[in-house]
């Protein structure tokens, strides 16, 4: 067929330019670096990690409520001092090994006009309770001693102990006693929620056989998490660490 005529000094008619297909670029290097270049494998990656990190930090808000067990009276949970106190020195000791509370029972012993705090659920409070008296160490004066029962790990502890002595008139020194190797990691939170508050924090090892050896990765994250609760109340765990 003859070509369409066009009017005098119109356009030329454009040329159709050959599209190429682009062959997908070899890159060279290992396995791992090649999926990185891939932009979805990246994308991917950097979820999995966000999610890992998120799970890490709050692990312990997806950890139960322990089950019930017999609580100590009334009296021993309230017993708290009132009135005008002067600086006052607090021994508070994780109980969750009898042993811990054996050791601080003997500071507290050495110590006279101290408070000894001891922090557990009630099971743990029962326990402790017959292994001072098994041992003829459990005092016939308990007015100096404090039975704080929430809180399910060592943040919650250490907040709900900061939450007690924030209603008592006046601040002083608290010296927690722990297992030595977790001492690193109880100082560096006590250190964060503490801080401001007046109250000095020192730290006494126990003789205990818990002597489980602690993560840096976990040391980092109960300070997140302490510092969490320094600016929103909340330590990260869903159950309030009110566990009892």
């Known amino acids: 067929m003859p070509e369409e005529e066009r009017p005098p000094g ?24 090649r999926l990185w270049w891939n932009r979805k494998t990246r994308l991917g990656i950097l979820a999995l990690g966000v999610a890992g990190a998120l ?3 709050f692990a312990p808000a997806w950890q139960g409520t322990r089950g019930t067990s017999p609580r100590p009276s009334r009296q021993a949970v309230t017993n708290v001092p009132k009135g005008a106190t002067s600086g006052p020195d607090v021994i508070s000791a994780f109980i969750e090994d009898p042993w811990r509370s054996q050791s601080a029972m003997l500071l ?8 000894l705090v001891l922090q557990g659920n009630a099971e743990y409070q029962a326990i402790t ?32 102990l900061a939450k007690l002595l924030e209603t008592w008139p006046k601040p002083g020194q608290v010296t927690i006693v722990t297992a030595p190797t977790h001492m690193d990691r109880t100082m560096a939170i006590a250190r964060i929620v503490y801080a401001g508050t007046g109250w000095r924090v020192v730290g006494s090892e126990a003789e205990t056989g818990d002597l489980r050896p602690e993560s840096q990765l976990r040391l980092w ?10 600016l929103t109340g909340w330590d990260g765990r869903l159950d309030g660490n009110d566990c009892v």
């Open 108 to 115: 507290w012993r050495d110590r006279p006009g101290s408070y």
């Open 221 to 230: 994250r109960d300070q997140l998490r302490a510092s969490l609760w320094r």
């Open 55 to 57: 799970a890490w930090f």
């Open 129 to 160: 309770t017959n292994h001072l008296r098994n041992r003829q160490l459990w005092p016939r004066d308990t007015s100096r001693i404090v039975r704080l029962l929430p809180a399910c790990d060592t943040v919650g502890l250490v907040t709900h």
């Open 10 to 33: 119109a356009d030329p008619e454009p040329r159709r330019k050959r599209v190429r297909k682009k062959k997908p670029r070899q890159r060279e290097g290992s396995l791992l670096q």
